[in-house]
């Protein structure tokens, strides 16, 4: 068993993920990246976490099927011996908007598969692996994190499944954490608004012109690192009297104002 601490971030070869993982192996986690590409294709981009030293696996994995979701889990308990933070990150927008009245079963069923599904699952998996190490590990404070969005509680009706399966993050958040707490395992869901990413550049311009003209408090576009120092933040340890919370992180987007 390693003495690092050990994280699994899904969706880590590139935007958000691939900013929490490079985030939390410069603390010293011993890094699960999880992703869909080729590693040769991301190379690059696995390269900001690796260049902390900390210890590192890349692990090809479709999260929307068992037999991915169980390889991830393999990896992580036979290379490093344990698993401290799940970080839910993986998610995936329609292939094609489309007017909630024309929504395709395959498009609902390719969404929620990838987004919700997975973090349920993957979530459920780990969990029990967690169980195990707070009776064996001494000091152990295991984590599980839930990337949602503000399209968790923002209409979109052009994506109404990402919306859906935004929204049910957090239920799953918040199940999850009423049933771990006796546990002594944590669960968070962080809630990023528009962020700089490969998701949100077909729409940059939109966007611009949005948050110029006041979508958000702060007038800027978020960037994946701000994700990133709030998943640190939870894994701290600072708040560890904190379970089922929900972290904004969209420049005052939610703030209701007149």
Known sequence: MTENKVAIVTGASRG??????????????????????????VSANLHNIQ???????????????????????????????????????????PKVRMDILETTEESMDRVLGINLKSTFFLSQAVANIMRWEVAEIPGITPKIVNISSISAYTSSTMRAE?????????????????????EGINVYEIRPGVINTDMTSVVKEKYDALISNGLTPIK??????????????????LLNFSTGEVINVDGGFHIRRL
């Open 220 to 237: 800027r576009w978020g960037q994946p690192e701000d994700v990133a120092n709030a998943v640190s933040v939870v894994c701290s340890g």
């Open 51 to 93: 260049k902390a030293g900390t210890r590192f696996a890349y692990v090809q994995a479709d999260v929307s099927t068992d037999a991915g979701r169980q390889s991830i889990v393999n990896c992580a308990m036979e290379q490093f011996g344990r698993i401290d933070v799940l970080v839910n990150n993986a998610g995936v927008a």
């Open 16 to 41: 958000i993920g691939n900013a929490i993982a490079a985030k939390l192996a410069g603390e010293g986690y011993a890094i699960v990246a999880v992703g869909t590409s080729d590693r040769e294709k």
């Open 162 to 182: 990402y919306c859906i399966s935004k929204a049910a993050i957090s239920m799953v958040t918040m199940l999850f954490a009423d049933r771990l707490a006796d």
